[in-house]
């Protein structure tokens, strides 16, 4: 079975983020003055094969502790949906 693994990883809540610093400055620059912060981070889209939903929630947090967040400076949160055979992801189900 084929999973859309989505991710977003952010900077944990302590760390400084000098590219929000940069997007906030640049958009009061452009008019929106009631932008009061900005945080930048990353969305990636994984596609994995695996035998269940199970198999690839372990999958998509291994990914995220190895090499997709830093987990000294950044945290993350995934969902992972099953992909139709014609390449289109299923809703996730409500828990």
Same mark, same amino acid.
């Given at each position: 079975m084929e999973f859309l693994v989505q991710v977003l990883v952010s900077l944990k809540p302590a760390v400084n983020d000098p590219q929000g610093l940069t997007v906030q400055s640049a958009l009061h620059a452009l008019g929106f003055q009631g932008v009061k912060r900005v945080r930048v981070g990353k969305y990636l889209e994984v596609y994995v094969e695996a035998e269940s939903r199970e198999s690839a929630q372990r999958q998509a947090e %291994?990914?995220? /502790?190895?090499?997709?967040?830093?987990? &000294?400076? %950044? !945290?993350? !949160?995934? +969902?992972? /949906? %099953?992909? *139709?055979? @014609? @390449? &289109?992801? !299923?809703? *996730?189900? /409500? +828990?």
């Open positions: %291994e990914m995220c /502790r190895k090499l997709l967040a830093n987990p &000294v400076i %950044e !945290q993350f !949160q995934f +969902t992972v /949906r %099953e992909v *139709s055979p @014609g @390449g &289109v992801a !299923q809703p *996730s189900p /409500r +828990t």
